[in-house]
């Protein structure tokens, strides 16, 4: 669970083996109150994880804003990002949002 409040240039790896019908999760204390700014980025690697309700505004982040993979040897499997958002980014600006490898997994 990440705590409430602004997380500036926050650079997640999300890591870990576990099940569809068991996740490991990663959510705010409170849906929509942890705000991911600047260049802050998600990558999540491994089987069965869940992300959820997390929120990135007028990201600059020059890569991908989140990855379903850590690495090109770590992809995702079986793993879910549900209910995110990334809002008031710099339309000017031509990048991926997300980025979907590995296999299984779902955004909703």
Do not use: H
């Not at 576990?18 to 204390?29: E, F, S």
């Not at 089987?47 to 995702?76: C, H, N, P, Q």
């Not at 499997?77 to 590995?102: H, W």
Request: aromatic share 8%; glycine share 10%.
């Amino acid at each position: 669970i990440l705590a409430d409040g602004e997380w500036r240039d926050a650079d997640l790896v999300f890591r870990g083996e576990g099940a569809v019908d068991n996740p490991i999760r990663l959510k705010p204390q409170t849906p929509g109150k942890v705000i991911f700014l600047g260049t802050s980025r998600l990558r999540m690697g491994g089987e069965g994880l869940y992300v959820e309700d997390l929120l990135w505004r007028d990201s600059s982040a020059t890569d991908d804003v989140i990855s379903f993979r850590i690495d090109s040897k770590t992809m995702a499997r079986k793993c879910t990002l549900a209910e995110c958002a990334i809002v008031g980014d710099n339309p000017d600006k031509e990048r991926k949002f997300v980025s979907i490898y590995g296999e299984g997994n779902i955004v909703y």
